[in-house]
C-alpha cells in the first residue's frame, strides 16, 4: 500500500501567488530554472521488477508553481523559516572567508550541500511531522562552521600550517573550495555528514567528522597496516593491498575528524549491462587485467576477515584507481569498525550468505543488478494531471552505475569466473600475515590510544528505517527494539554512534552528544577484540573457514566442477563441500583444504620440483618423433594401412607401460623433469593411448597437479580431457579435437556448448571460434 505523504494542489495563478520571503523566492527560481537540483525529494517512476527509476528533480515552471504554492502554506512553515535561517547564515558566512571559498559554493540553493537538509525538512513537513526547523539549522551550520574552522586551520588559510603537515601540499587540493557535496543517508554524532569537497586545482577529498581511526590505521601509504604488508617480502606469492591518503586533522580536536583522499571511477569504466531504456556502469577489464584485480581483491578479502574489519558492503568499498596506481583496486573507504572477532567471511560484509537473510549487495557483488540499496526516504511520483504526490518509498531504486560491481570485457561479473586467481589471493596474504605474525601484532600494540574503533550495537539498516519511519510519521517498518542509549541518539535524528580506543576499554561519545546515555558494560563480541589482534592469523588453518565461504559465494558461476590456475586447484563438488590445494614452491608443500558443511580440515602434502633426468627427455623425445611419422604415413593412406597402424599401437602400449614406471620413479615429467617439448610429447602420448582408461585418468590427475604447480601449460588439461572423453565415446568438454564432416572440419560433439569458451578461459585458452578458424586454415583442403 502506498504511503501519501502529501498531494499537490493546482495553484490558481503566477499572479495571484502569494508572496514569499526573499530566501524562499529563491528557491523557488532555482527549481524553475532546473538549477536547484537535489534540493527537493526526487521524482521516481516504476518500471519492471518493482524497482523505482530516477525520473528527474523537481524543475522547470509547472513544478516551480507546485512548490510555490505548497511554501505558502502553514504546513511548510518551517521550511520556509529554515530556508531564511539558511539564507543568511551563507551570507555571513561567505563574507568572513575571503580566500576559502569560491564564490556561489555557500548560497541556499546549492542542492548539492543543502540538499539533505532542505529535502529531510519537506518531507517531514509534507508529513505533519514536527520539525523543529531553528534547532536544526543551528546544528547543521555549526556543524558547517566548525569543518570550515578545521579547513582554514589545516590549510594554513589562517596562517601557516602546523609543522610537519603535507596532506594538502599538491596541486590539485590548490583553494579555494569550489563545492561542498553533502553525502546522503545517515547522520552521527549530532547531525554530521561526511562531506565531498572539490578544490580549484581539480582534486576532491572527503572530510569525516568522525572520531573513528580505521582508514588511518590501515590505509594511509606510508605508515599503515596494509603499507606494511605491501613492502614485506613475499611468502607464498605477491601481495598488492589498497593504500589511499588519510590523515587525522590538527589541533586539540585532531582526532575527531580525517581528511581523506577520494578515489574515482577507473578509466575502465563503461557499459556492463544494457537494455532498451537503460544503461547501468561499472568497472569493465580484460581477461589478464581481471586476473590481477581479483587475486588483488583475493588478498583484500583475507585480510578483512583476518583484522576483523566489517561492513564492507555497497558504498563502503569503491573499485577505483589512484593517480600513483596503474591499475583499479577496491578501495575499502569506510572502514570504522575493526578487529571485531568475524567467526565467517560473510562478516566482512564482501560476501553475502542468501541462507542467512543477507542482501544481495554485499563489497563484492556477484551480478550487475539494476536495483541498489540506496534511496530517498520519500520521493514525488505524478499524478495523472501533472501533479506531484509526496510518497514513502518502499520499492528499492534502480542505479546507473555501480562501484562495486566488475566485470570483465566478456560480460561476466564478480570473481566467480577467476575464482582460483581471487583464493590465490587470499592465500598469499594469508600465508604473509602467518609468516610476519609478531612484527603485525607489535604493529598494533603501538598504535596510539587516540585511534578509535566504531561500536555498532545493530544494523546501520535497522536504525535508518526507524529515522526515515519518524520523519514520514508512518507506522514503523519492523519492531526491532533499541536500548535507551541508542534511543536518545535516535530522538535527536542520528544513527547511533558509540567507539572506543583501540585498545580497549570503555565506550565513548564525541563531544557533542556526551549529555547522552551510554550503554552498558562492554560486551565480549564488541571490538576491538584482543584475540584478533594477537591470535588471529598465527596459522594456516585459520583461513579454511573464508575460503570455504569465498567459494560457497561464487557457487552459481564457478561450480561444480574442478577449476585451475596460479598454483590453485579448486574441486566444488556442491554449495556446503568443496577442496582448494594451493602450491607452495618456496616452502616445499602443498596445502589442502577440505571442507563439507560446517567441517574444515587442513592437510599439508609435500611439494618438490624433480631434478632434470636427461633419459627421460630423449625417450619421450624419440618416441615423440616416431609416433609423428607413423600417424602422418597411416593419415595418409586414409587409414587403410594396417601395417602402420599396429606398429603404432605397439608404439604407445610400449610408451605407457614406460610411462607408468617413470610416473612411479619421478613423478609425472612436467618442465622441470623432462622440459616443455618432453613434456608435451609426454601428454601426447596420453592422449593416443587406447585400451582400459584407468592409467590415462590417474594421469590426467597427475597433469591438472602439474598445471596448478606451474610445471605445465595449462591447456594441456583441455587436451587430454577431451581425449580421454572421445575414447569413451562421451562429448568432449573444452573442443580440442575436431572431425571431417561432409568435408568441413568440425568440433566433435561437446558437453555444454553454451558454456565452452568459459570453460576454455579458465584455461588460458582463446575463444573456440577463432581456434577453429585456425584448424581449418592449417589442416583443411580447399574446396572442389
Known sequence: MTEVLWES?????????????????????????????????????????????????????????????????????????????????????????????????????????????????????????????????????????????RLSRDTGTCGAPPAGTSFFDRPSLRLPVTCIEAQDGETHNG????????????????????????????????????????????????????????????????????????????????????????????????????????????SLAAAAFRFGIAD??????????????????????????????????????????????????????????????????????????????????????????????????RGRTGYGPYLPSFLRGMFDAWTLTARHHDRIRAFLHQTPADTYVRVLL?????????????????????????????????????????????????????????????????????????????DRGRDLAGLGVALRDAVAYAHDTAGPGTLHGHGVRVQVTDRDTGEASFTWPAAGRRVVYSWAGDTVRIRMEPFVRPAPVPEVRRRLLRTDRTDAALRERWVASDFADEKTEKRLRTLTEAGMRWLADVVATHGWPGHALAGPAAAAAACRLVQHAEGPLGFQYECLDLIERAACDGDLPLRQIAYVTDALRIHEGRPQVYGTKFRMHE???????IEQPDRVDELRHSLGMEPLARYAARLRRRHQPPAG
Open 9 to 149: 494542489v493546482a495553484p490558481t495563478g503566477r499572479n495571484s501567488a502569494p508572496a514569499h520571503s526573499p530566501a524562499v523566492r529563491k528557491v523557488i527560481e532555482a527549481v524553475r530554472a532546473g538549477t536547484a537540483g537535489p534540493l527537493f525529494p526526487p521524482v521516481l517512476r516504476p518500471v519492471e521488477d518493482d524497482l523505482l527509476t530516477h525520473d528527474r528533480f523537481p524543475s522547470g515552471e509547472k513544478d516551480a508553481e507546485l512548490l510555490a504554492a505548497a511554501l505558502a502554506t502553514p504546513r511548510f512553515g518551517p521550511l520556509g523559516t529554515l530556508l531564511d535561517a539558511l539564507d543568511a547564515w551563507c551570507r555571513r558566512t561567505t563574507a568572513r572567508t575571503p580566500g576559502l571559498l569560491a564564490p556561489g559554493v555557500l548560497d541556499v540553493t546549492q542542492g548539492a550541500l543543502f540538499g539533505p537538509l532542505v529535502s529531510e525538512a519537506f518531507t517531514a513537513c509534507a508529513a505533519g511531522a514536527p520539525y523543529p526547523a531553528e534547532e536544526e539549522c543551528a546544528r547543521w551550520t555549526g556543524f558547517l562552521e566548525r569543518f570550515l574552522e
Open 191 to 298: 547531525r554530521r555528514r561526511v562531506l565531498r569537497v572539490r578544490l580549484s586545482g581539480g582534486g576532491s577529498i572527503a572530510y569525516k567528522p568522525r572520531p573513528a581511526g580505521g582508514e588511518v590505521l590501515f590505509l594511509t601509504p606510508d605508515t599503515s597496516v596494509f603499507a606494511l604488508l605491501n613492502s614485506l617480502p613475499p611468502a607464498s606469492g605477491p601481495v598488492r593491498l589498497p593504500v589511499l591518503r588519510c590523515t587525522p586533522g590538527t589541533g586539540p580536536d585532531g582526532r575527531e575528524y580525517t581528511w581523506q583522499e577520494w578515489i574515482e571511477p577507473p578509466a575502465q569504466w563503461g557499459v556492463i549491462r544494457l537494455a532498451s531504456d537503460r544503461r547501468l556502469y561499472g568497472t569493465r577489464l580484460g581477461r589478464r587485467q581481471a586476473e590481477r584485480f581479483w587475486h588483488r581483491a583475493g
Open 312 to 409: 564492507l558492503g555497497e558504498g563502503n568499498l569503491l573499485a577505483g584507481t589512484r593517480p600513483e596506481d596503474q591499475e583499479p583496486l577496491f578501495h575499502p573507504v569506510d572502514l570504522e569498525i575493526f578487529l571485531t572477532p568475524l567467526p565467517r567471511l560473510y562478516d566482512t560484509g564482501l560476501v553475502a550468505d542468501a541462507a542467512a537473510g543477507d542482501h544481495h549487495h554485499p563489497g563484492l557483488e556477484d551480478r550487475a543488478r539494476w536495483c541498489t540499496v540506496d534511496g530517498p526516504v520519500a520521493c514525488f511520483t505524478e499524478t495523472a494531471d501533472a501533479g506531484l504526490r509526496l510518497v514513502r518509498r518502499r520499492r528499492p531504486c534502480t542505479r546507473g552505475g555501480s562501484r562495486t560491481v566488475v566485470s570483465d570485457t
Open 458 to 534: 545493530k544494523p546501520t539498516a535497522a536504525y535508518t528505517e526507524t529515522l526515515a519511519d519518524r520523519l514520514c510519521a508512518t507506522a514503523p517498518g519492523s519492531a526491532t527494539a533499541f536500548g535507551p542509549a541508542e534511543t536518545a541518539q535516535l530522538d535527536a535524528g542520528d544513527v547511533p554512534y558509540f567507539f572506543r580506543s583501540v585498545h580497549g576499554g570503555p565506550l565513548l561519545r564525541v563531544a557533542e552528544t556526551t549529555h547522552l546515555p551510554l550503554p552498558g558494560d562492554p560486551h565480549p563480541a564488541w571490538p576491538p577484540s584482543a584475540a584478533v589482534a594477537d
Open 743 to 749: 568435408g568441413e572440419l568440425e568440433p566433435c560433439p
